[in-house]
C-alpha cells in the first residue's frame, strides 16, 4: 500500500506528541485502582512484547528462589549435612534415583536438599550485602556530593582505591580477615556479606555523589535554601529522592552479582563450612573430580542454581530499568503510533 504524505503525529512536533502521551498516560494511571499502581503489577501492566516474557520469566525464577529459601526445611528431603536416614547411609556418588532424584556427592550428601537449602544461604547473604552496601553507599554519596571540601576529597580518594582492587581478591581478603576464611552458618554469611559490602558501596558511592553533585546547583535546591531549608531537610527530600533513578538497576545487579561471589568464595574454600549450611560453590568445588569420572549429577545442579539464580535477578532489574526509563516508553509509543500511520 502507498500512502501519500502523512500528517505528523502530534500537530507536527514529535516532541510534543511524546509529551503529551506521556502526560496523558500519567493522568490514567492515578486514575486506576491502588493494587493496580503497585510497582510490580504496573510494570507487568506497562510491558509488551519481549519485555514482558523477560519480566515474568525474571519474576518466575526470582519467585522461586524465595520460596526455595522460605520453605526449605519443609521441601527439602533432608537435612543439607544428613548422609543417612533410617539408620540406612545415603552411599556415595550414587546416580538419580526415586530416593535421591539428583543424586548423591562424594561426601553422601542428596544434592537435591544441598540445591534447596543452598538458596537459603544465598537469599540470606545476598539480603544483608546489597542492604548494607546500599545504605552506606547512599549516606556516604549524598554526604560527599552535599558537604564537598575535604570529606569529598578524602571519600572519593578511597572509594576509587576500593574500586580499583580487584573484587573477588578483596572479598577473599576480607573473608579471612573477618572469619579466618572459614566459620559457621550465621559467622560464615555475615563474613561474606561483609566481604561482598566493601566491593559494592562504592558503586552505590560514586553514583548518588555524581547526582547529589548534578542536583545541588539545579534552582529548586538554591530556592530552598533562600528560604531558609535546612541542610538536613534539602539531603534526605530535596536531593535524595531526585538521585535515586538508577539505584533499582544497580540493586538487582549487585544482588546477582552477590550471589556469584559467594559461590566464588565457597568454590575457592573460603566461604561456609558444609556441615554449618549448603552453599552452592563449595558443592561445585568437590564436583571438580567427578567431572573426570563421568559423574555428572555432583556438579550440573548446583552450577545450574546458580546460573538461574543469577538470571532472575538480573532480568526483573534490566526489565525494571527500561520500564522506568521515560525515554524507552516514548520511543515505544512512537512505534505504536507510527505503526497505525503506516496501517
Request: proline share 5%; net charge positive.
Amino acid at each position: 500500500m502507498t500512502l501519500s504524505t502523512p500528517e505528523p503525529v502530534g500537530g507536527g512536533d514529535p516532541t510534543a506528541a511524546g509529551l503529551e502521551d506521556a502526560g496523558g498516560q500519567v493522568a490514567a494511571a492515578h486514575r486506576r485502582p491502588w493494587y493496580l499502581r503497585l510497582p510490580i503489577v504496573s510494570h507487568l501492566r506497562s510491558s509488551v512484547g519481549l519485555q514482558r516474557g523477560m519480566l515474568i520469566t525474571g519474576l518466575v525464577l526470582v519467585a522461586m528462589l524465595l520460596l526455595g529459601a522460605l520453605l526449605a526445611p519443609l521441601i527439602a528431603p533432608y537435612g543439607f549435612a544428613q548422609t543417612s536416614a533410617d539408620g540406612t547411609a545415603f552411599g556415595t556418588q550414587q546416580p538419580p534415583s526415586a530416593a535421591h532424584p539428583l543424586g548423591t556427592t562424594v561426601t553422601g550428601f542428596d544434592v537435591l536438599s544441598r540445591v534447596i537449602w543452598g538458596t537459603r544461604t544465598a537469599v540470606a547473604v545476598m539480603a544483608c550485602a546489597v542492604a548494607a552496601s546500599l545504605f552506606l553507599g547512599v549516606a556516604l554519596g549524598l554526604l560527599s556530593g552535599y558537604l564537598g571540601g575535604w570529606l569529598d576529597r578524602v571519600l572519593v580518594m578511597i572509594a576509587d582505591a576500593v574500586y580499583a582492587f580487584p573484587s573477588l581478591l578483596l572479598a577473599i581478603v576480607m573473608s579471612i580477615t573477618i572469619s579466618g576464611g572459614q566459620s559457621g552458618a550465621w559467622g560464615g554469611i555475615i563474613a561474606a556479606a561483609l566481604s561482598i559490602t566493601v566491593v559494592f558501596i562504592p558503586q552505590y558511592f560514586r553514583v548518588i555523589r555524581a547526582e547529589v553533585v548534578r542536583l545541588k546547583a539545579e534552582p529548586f535546591v538554591e530556592a530552598a535554601k533562600v528560604v531558609g531549608t535546612g541542610h538536613r531537610r534539602i539531603m534526605g527530600t530535596h536531593l535524595l529522592r531526585n538521585a535515586t533513578r538508577t539505584l533499582p538497576l544497580i540493586f538487582t545487579l549487585n544482588a546477582s552479582e552477590s550471589i556469584l561471589t559467594l559461590a566464588a568464595l565457597g568454590f575457592l574454600g573460603f566461604g561456609i563450612e558444609p556441615t554449618s549450611a549448603s552453599e552452592w560453590g563449595y558443592d561445585l568445588n568437590r564436583a571438580m573430580s567427578d567431572a573426570t569420572s563421568g559423574i555428572w549429577w555432583t556438579g550440573m545442579f548446583p552450577g545450574l542454581a546458580i546460573a538461574l539464580a543469577v538470571l532472575g535477578v538480573t532480568l526483573v532489574g534490566e526489565s525494571l530499568n527500561d520500564l522506568n526509563d521515560p525515554r524507552l516508553r516514548t520511543r515505544r509509543s512512537r512505534r505504536r503510533q507510527d505503526r497505525k500511520v503506516t496501517a
